[in-house]
């Protein structure tokens, strides 16, 4: 079945910088990748997603992008803010099945 | 719009006993609803897929006379938990998907479970 790795665990930037997180999934057919963003105690919220017909996808601070052949994808975001601190969380489902496989999650450190 | 709701948010009950989470998409029709674990500081775990009208694909490991769904309209699916043990104790949360052919899943808010 479908497996997804993400790294790194914990990420600790600047306020300012940009930040980078990358994902990889074992089953080709995956076509659909989110991105979620969690804060502590509180829903994962749908931050940006990108499907396997496409690159790069791009909103505002956030993109996100795939590498089909490879199999990752990554997401980054630029002039991290504060309030961009949570834990992320990157999945992948493949073609009629809609089931999330999710990474393990990337807590990212705004610090200013 | 996409809005999923969960109720209640926060459940504390003596072991033994049975608890009842609902889980309701409140401006669209959640063809699918999966629910799911989360123990702190870890992913979330899918514990099992719900159809609407159908019975639940549980995954492998969770017990499905334990943790009872139903899914018995397109807005609304319950999560019993049966004979709570601390063991239990966890985050749920719920997610849906709408009927539109997309692969988007929205998150209900969670409801904190802890059996004393």
Same mark, same amino acid.
């Given at each position: 079945?479908?497996?997804v ?50 690159g ?43 089931q ?13 | ?61 969770? %017990?499905?006379?334990?943790f009872? =769904?139903?899914? @018995?309209?397109?807005?609304?699916? +319950?999560? #019993?938990?049966t004979?709570?043990?601390? %063991?239990?104790?966890?985050?749920? =949360?719920?997610? @849906?998907?709408?009927?539109?052919? +997309?692969? #988007? ?12």
């Open positions: 079945g479908e497996n790795e993400q790294h790194p665990s914990t990420l600790s930037v600047q306020e300012g910088d940009s930040a980078v997180i990358k994902c990889t999934y074992s089953d080709s057919a995956s076509n659909y990748f989110p991105w979620y963003k969690q804060e502590l105690g509180k829903r994962p919220q749908l931050i940006i997603d990108i499907r396997s017909n496409v790069e996808k791009k909103d505002q601070r956030i993109a996100v992008t795939l590498n089909k052949t490879a199999k990752h994808f990554s997401l980054h975001i630029t002039e991290t803010q504060p309030e961009d601190s949570a834990v992320y969380f990157c999945a992948a489902s493949g073609v009629g099945n809609y999330l496989i999710w990474g393990a999650g990337t807590k990212l450190i705004i610090k200013p | 719009g996409a809005v999923v709701s969960q109720h209640p948010s926060w459940v504390i009950c003596k072991s033994g006993t049975s608890v009842k989470i609902e889980c309701r998409s409140l401006d669209f029709q959640a063809t699918t609803m999966f629910w799911y674990r989360q123990f702190p500081k870890q992913s979330l775990m899918l514990m099992a897929t719900s159809n609407e009208g159908s019975k639940a694909t549980y995954e492998q490991g969770v %017990e499905k006379d334990k009872l =769904i139903n899914h @018995a309209s397109l807005t609304l699916s +319950t999560l #019993t938990v004979s709570a043990h601390p %063991e239990d104790s966890s985050f749920y =949360i719920c997610s @849906a998907r709408d009927g539109t052919g +997309t692969d #988007t899943q929205y998150f209900g808010p969670g409801t904190r479970l802890t059996v004393l």
